[in-house]
């Protein structure tokens, strides 16, 4: 099975700065499209940035120019880091294929207002 493992996260001061790291496994990661999505409170899951596999990224455009998302191949790795945070960039982060297998269970950032 899929299986996602994020880490991470933490409560960041506003302004401040926060790398998230997920190690992936159960898929041909270099074959896939992966993504971070994140849920705040109340809210529904939004799709956050993506990362092919040759590299081509695309981000929500709340989070464009702050956030950037890497890949590592050879270590089924994926990266979110995440600057000048604010505090609508609360919420559970998790790591999946862009198309969704919900398998992670995410790690928390919490930036106070």
């Known amino acids: 099975q899929v299986r996602f493992v994020e880490s991470g996260g933490g409560l960041v001061q506003p302004g401040e700065s926060l790398r998230l790291s997920c190690v992936v496994s159960g898929i041909n990661f270099k074959l896939y499209t992966m993504a971070w999505y994140r849920q705040a409170p109340g809210n529904e899951r939004e799709l956050v940035a993506s990362i092919r596999p040759d590299g081509g990224t695309s981000y929500s455009d709340s989070v464009r120019g702050r956030f950037i998302i890497s890949r590592n191949n050879v270590y089924w790795r994926v990266y979110l880091q995440m600057n000048n945070l604010n505090r609508e960039d609360t919420a559970v982060y998790y790591c999946?294929?862009?198309?969704?297998?919900?398998w992670g269970q995410g790690t928390r950032v919490t930036v106070p207002s």
């Open positions: 999946d294929l862009l198309s969704g297998t919900r």
